[in-house]
């Protein structure tokens, strides 16, 4: 077997000095006791540990230990090893200097056991391995400085050996008020954290310098594809944005009571019309068809060479999987229930749309389905660079899908979140969403596939985040702080400041409550410098599971020509924010880097960047 | 994999000034330990091996830390071959706690502090010999000088250098043996190692140098072919309740040499003669199933060098596979340990020997193990 050497990756870090604890680069503690004896008690009791024995330690084995508790909080799964495959490098300058001091005091009186055993430095790595049962490797170095160079090689040496699987190595002094903790994870396997395991990332994450992604390998989006309201392609959508005609209408084709009472944004065919589109059946799911001809369309816009010989994954989101189906066996059910069409139930379950699509796809290699409420499709996009990044697979078509079915539109109805009349996203005065429907992918490829294209990609997908709002079911906290943690991480993972950001194209629902929530997010981050803003939902309707795949579709198109979208209906500025929407339709501007916001039900917030080539 | 040759060694102790005249005591069975009165380290008498005063220079701009290390170091280049100015050398420090001594007769300044940190003397000493690249310093208790010896030999394995020197001292003051005496951890007497009646270690004083180089020299085709560390994740100050620790550091090492236990003809136990200490080890050896490989103990002979103790007992097993003879264990009467091992008692010299392992324990619950092969 050929001797592999594999990546290693820093998949967390914590540094603690001048009263701040940080948290992969990111201040999670800081307050102002007056020395670093209180510091460090008040950093144990903010993080809420219970081991009674850290109140024994010396100050250096606390400041240590602490900073191994805040590294692999949430961020170490144990059970994937075995207790010798952990192990700990640690290096500091002045070894024990500071207990040393202290026992040397109590010599004179009676010497002091419980000291005299701190005036060793690798104690700490004792009580770490203690804490956490690790019984592999333990070492600790001094040297005048943090030597990033020796621990990034002595560290790899002992992961290419095989004698460490997973690593704790840093830094750790203290003697006397001076102090500084400064502990990396080091593992074989990336996380979306991560960052690779070389000198120059050890040095900025010791210096508090933001973590550049340089050694990330790029993701490009080869091809699009989407249908909606306003086009069944993105020809369509695009002639439409530039003449400002909105998709939102009367309801033509489903059968439901809200007929010329609530407006959707429907897809301009029936489902026999689809069908033969499709060269599927009448009786599948809508959710099927619509998805079908948008990643078909991605799929020949990026035109692979060799597609078939590479690994290729079908990400698709949906929400309502093949309800509309099932509304259709239920009515003759609910009279007899002897009765009702069982094949119209086969596909009701979510995942039996994606395998559908995969189907029509002739795609083979990973197939799954996601479903996180309105983010659904944005995180079908991030998963989909994921697997790519990590060397899984070569291409990925991602995306989702949705249609309009009496279920959603009776259910955001109940919700009191529909607008009577056509949405108006981001104005002081909107009173709800509009549904809409259909679908949009994008074709993810690796940097390796991006070079064998005969057309050049639209962009990179260059940031990506998911956080969860962790305030309630189906309403946006007041702040924001979901959208706002996103938008952050996703900025953050692109190594970009908020001024870089060229074009946001919003969630922008029209809810009150959306809409208020996301504008003070993007006022808490962009503040006093905000890009343009929009949300093509003013055209589209809210598409759902389909909403961020659409949207990743008009923002790679944004990149790559240089479109900024109007946010159509657009009146007055909301109060609590001092920015309002284009609503224009603008070409050949410079856009560098687009985000492109989804949020959903249950607090799961998607923020994406698409960059420039 | 690249091999690894040791390509020489000295021990500079109170035994002697050389690996030959350390050697040579150890076979007559002289022993560095005996009642010591030296009020500057303690007010009541005390059983160590320790130097005499008079063997150091007070006008030195070397401690007597240093003053230990450049005359092992320097004794040990001498035989060696090795340009300590080439590009591709390195040295490795190991020590517990250096210069700590200063700390007890200065008042403490930002000066001392730097000058009492174990980086200060590693450069001093490097700029002495005129070594180019920075030293590497390990301070891991008392198996620093196993782990510079591991340290060393993954060092040139991986390419990183050609040559490695691989140095360890400590000098006993009143900070360690208050430090040890506290614990109630000293000998009254001269230590007993792996014996019913043991009660507690003798501390030493010493310095010990192994040159390591990628190539093979005329001294005596020694190989270190493996060496591991593993932790307790148990206690702080107490060893390991199984052994099973140990016993994975010597798994792990031989798994390195490529070699199963019979393969081992001795082990140089780290033995230091306290209860727990020995009791440890003996049932890391079983579950290593090396309980009837002879063993030995050098504690007797040096006392607990601490930080060059692995240094100097990995040179003085060398010397017994060049020689093939095994060193009994000065103290050691009738076996005192609830799982028994081999204790080696008489000097042994009726085989030839290939193999050996040398194993140490320290605070922290660290273990380390190393294994010497003889071509």
Not at chain 1, 606 to 612: D, E, P, Q, R, Y
Not at chain 2, 242 to 256: C, K, N, V
Request: hydrophobic share 40%; charged share 20%.
């Amino acid at each position: 077997m050929p001797d592999l050497i594999s990546k290693k990756y820093i998949t967390s870090s914590c540094v603690i000095n001048h009263n701040t604890v940080y948290k992969n680069g990111i201040s999670v503690f800081a307050d102002n006791s007056p020395d670093v004896a209180n510091f460090l008690i008040s950093v144990y009791k903010h993080f809420d540990i219970n081991y009674s024995r850290f109140y024994k330690m010396d100050n250096l084995s606390k400041l240590g230990w602490l900073a191994s508790e805040v590294l692999l909080k949430d961020s170490f799964a144990k059970d994937r090893y075995k207790p010798e495959d952990v192990g700990l490098i640690f290096s500091n300058a002045n070894a024990s200097l500071d207990t040393d001091l202290k026992y040397l005091v109590s010599v004179e009186d009676i010497a002091s056991p419980s000291l005299f055993v701190y005036t060793l430095p690798n104690i700490v790595t004792g009580e770490i391995c203690i804490r956490n049962n690790f019984k592999g490797e333990d070492a600790f170095f001094i040297c005048e400085h943090f030597n990033a160079e020796f621990i990034e090689n002595y560290v790899s040496n002992l992961f290419d050996n095989n004698l460490m699987q997973a690593c704790i190595c840093g830094w750790i002094e203290l003697t006397g008020e001076d102090y500084k903790a400064a502990l990396f994870l080091i593992e074989k396997n990336e996380n979306d954290k991560s960052v690779s395991f070389t000198k120059e990332q050890l040095n900025m994450i010791f210096d508090n310098k933001e973590m550049p992604l340089t050694n990330s390998p790029d993701i490009y989006v080869a091809g699009i594809g989407v249908i909606s309201a306003i086009g069944n392609n993105a020809a369509e959508c695009l002639t439409a944005f530039e003449s400002e005609n909105s998709g939102i209408g009367d309801i033509t084709h489903m059968q439901t009571i809200h007929r010329n009472n609530l407006p959707v944004a429907e897809v301009k065919f029936t489902n026999d019309e689809l069908a033969e589109m499709t060269g599927l059946p009448a009786d599948i799911s809508r959710t099927t068809m619509l998805g079908v001809l948008a990643a078909k369309e991605a799929l020949n816009d990026a035109a692979i060479p060799g597609l078939a010989s590479l690994r290729v994954g079908f990400i698709s989101a949906n929400t309502v999987g093949g309800m509309d189906k099932s509304e259709a066996f239920f009515v003759p059910f609910l009279a007899d229930n002897k009765k009702g069409k069982l094949r119209n139930v086969f596909d009701h379950e979510c995942g039996s749309v994606t395998e559908a699509i995969a189907d029509q796809l002739g795609i083979k290699d990973y197939i799954t389905t996601i479903s996180t409420a309105c983010s659904s499709s944005a995180n079908s996009i991030f998963y989909g660079a994921r697997l790519i990044k990590n060397g899984l697979l070569d291409v990925v078509v991602a995306g989702g899908a949705d249609a309009l079915t009496k279920f959603t539109l009776n259910g955001f109805n109940t919700l009191m979140i529909l607008d009577k009349d056509f949405c108006r996203p981001f104005d002081e005065n909107r009173q709800g969403l509009n549904l809409g429907e259909g679908a949009g992918y994008v074709v993810l490829v690796s940097e390796k596939v991006a070079q064998t294209l005969k057309n050049d990609p639209y962009c990179k997908l260059s940031g990506y985040n998911n956080s969860n709002d962790a305030y309630h079911q189906t309403a946006s906290s007041p702040d924001g702080t979901g959208s706002y943690l996103a938008m952050k991480g996703a900025l953050k993972k692109a190594n970009l400041q908020p001024s870089n950001i060229s074009y946001i194209n919003l969630h922008g629902t029209g809810t009150p409550n959306n809409d208020s929530a996301e504008g003070t997010a993007v006022k808490r981050l962009f503040d006093p410098h905000y890009p343009p803003v929009s949300s093509t939902k003013s055209f589209t309707g809210h598409t759902l599971g389909a909403s961020g795949g659409i949207e990743a579709v008009f923002s790679a198109l944004a990149v790559k020509h240089g479109f900024i979208y109007p946010n159509l209906r657009f009146e007055t500025r909301m109060n609590e924010v001092p920015f309002s929407p284009e609503t224009k339709f603008q070409k050949g501007k410079q856009i560098d880097h687009v985000m492109s916001n989804s949020f959903g039900f249950g607090g799961n917030c998607t923020s994406l960047i698409f960059s420039k080539i | 994999m690249a091999a690894v040759y040791v390509v020489a060694d000295n021990i500079f102790s109170p035994l002697g000034k050389t690996t030959a005249e350390n050697f040579s005591q150890l076979k007559a069975g002289g022993s560095g330990v005996k009642e010591q009165t030296d009020p500057q380290i303690a007010d009541q008498r005390f059983y160590a091996s320790l130097f005499s005063k008079t063997s150091f220079s007070d006008k030195s701009a070397h401690t007597k830390f240093e003053q230990l290390l450049i005359a092992s170091i320097e004794e040990a280049l001498s035989n060696s071959g090795v340009n300590p100015r080439d590009k591709k050398i390195v040295l490795i420090l190991s020590s517990t706690k250096g210069n700590i001594g200063l700390l007890e007769t200065n008042s403490f300044s930002v000066d001392l502090k730097k000058r009492i940190a174990l980086n200060t003397s590693a450069t001093l000493i490097a700029e002495y010999f005129g070594f180019v690249n920075s030293p590497i310093v390990i301070s891991n208790a008392c198996i620093s000088g196993i782990m510079g010896v591991t340290t060393g030999m993954r060092l040139i394995q991986s390419g990183q250098y050609e040559n490695i020197v691989v140095a360890g001292a400590d000098v006993i003051t009143k900070f360690i043996l208050s430090g040890f005496q506290s614990f109630q951890a000293i000998s009254q007497t001269r230590c007993k190692p792996f014996d019913i009646d043991r009660d507690g270690i003798n501390l030493g004083e010493g310095a010990a140098t192994m040159i390591l180089s990628s190539k093979l020299n005329n001294s005596g085709n020694i190989q270190v072919t493996g060496g591991a560390v593993s932790n307790d994740a148990n206690h702080i100050s107490a060893p390991s309740r199984t052994g099973a620790e140990l016993a994975h550091a010597i798994e792990s090492t031989l798994q390195q040499a490529n070699l199963s236990a019979t393969d081992i003809d001795f082990v140089s136990a780290h033995g230091t003669a306290t209860i727990y200490n020995d009791e440890m080890e003996a049932k890391a050896i079983n579950l290593s199933n090396l309980q009837n490989v002879p063993s030995n103990s050098l504690k007797g002979y040096y006392g607990h060098t601490l930080g060059a103790a692995g240094l100097i007992e990995s040179i003085i097993s060398i010397q017994s596979l060049k020689e093939n003879i095994i060193i009994p264990t000065l103290g050691f009467k009738a076996i005192g340990v609830s799982t028994p091992i081999n204790i080696a008692t008489e000097l042994i010299s009726s085989k030839k020997l290939t193999n050996c392992l040398k194993t140490a324990s320290g605070f922290g619950g660290c273990n380390a193990a190393v294994a010497f092969r003889k071509y």
